[in-house]
């Protein structure tokens, strides 16, 4: 079946660094993928849609320039958080949209915990 | 609005117990619904989907869901839970007639008790 890697799986950092989070479907091309964030014990929450070869489209009250999407290719999305702060500490989520048919849907990555120092 | 509810926060059950997690949904017309799991620190599983057709719907692992456009309900169920079912499950609907953003309910968490 369809596999989304997301890497790292956690990653720590200082305050004031960039971390960048990857997103690769592994078997099929994605032409949209989507971020999401998420709090502990709490819902998923988007960020952005992302198409391949253009930019991301983000959602309400989401700083573009602190979260900065690439979908440079049909399976690599990229998420960078700029200038990290103790308040950016989350689980980061990936999902790529793929497949035609009946085998179309979203393949979700594992997710990434983000932890600001 | 389109909003997705999940009236219940947690849930525990026994093993071997039947399941229903609750899901209704506010939107314009009868969107893309979807269930998902979510074990601790992982991403999601999709276990169905429902986009047109019969009401009633198989997934993966035994579970089904049943939508219900008079109630705007897409309850998920189980007959008979596993102590391996025990995760965190949500409700999604996505924009009909193609795959969209999708927008989540605030989850359940499924506690199974020996």
């Known amino acids: 079946g369809a596999v989304v890697s997301q890497h790292p799986s956690w990653v720590i950092c200082k305050s004031g660094t960039s971390v960048k989070i990857e997103c690769r479907s592994l078997d099929f091309q994605a032409t949209t993928m989507f971020w999401y964030r998420q709090f502990p014990k709490q819902s998923l929450m988007l960020m952005a849609t992302s198409n391949e070869g253009s930019k991301a489209t983000y959602e309400q009250g989401v700083e573009k320039d602190k979260f900065l999407i690439n979908h440079a290719s049909l399976t690599l999305s990229t998420l960078t958080v700029t200038s990290a702060h103790p308040e950016d500490s989350s689980f980061y989520i990936c999902?790529?949209?793929?497949?035609?048919?009946?085998?179309?849907?979203?393949?979700f990555g594992s997710g990434t915990r983000l932890t600001v120092v | 609005a389109q909003s997705v509810t999940q009236p219940d926060i947690h849930i525990t059950v026994s093993e071997g117990a039947s399941l229903e997690l609750r899901c209704n949904y506010s939107y314009g017309a009868t969107p893309y619904l979807f269930w998902y799991v979510q074990s601790p620190g992982q991403g999601l599983q999709l276990l169905l989907k429902y986009f047109s057709g019969d009401t009633l719907v198989q997934g993966i692992k035994g579970f089904e869901a049943e939508f219900k456009r008079s109630q705007s309900s897409f309850n998920l169920r189980k007959p008979s839970v596993h102590w391996s079912d025990a995760a965190e499950y949500f409700c999604a609907v996505g924009a009909p007639g193609g795959y969209n953003k999708l927008i989540f309910g605030a989850g359940t968490r499924l506690a199974v008790h020996p």
């Open positions: 999902s790529a949209l793929g497949g035609t048919g009946v085998t179309r849907g979203y393949t």
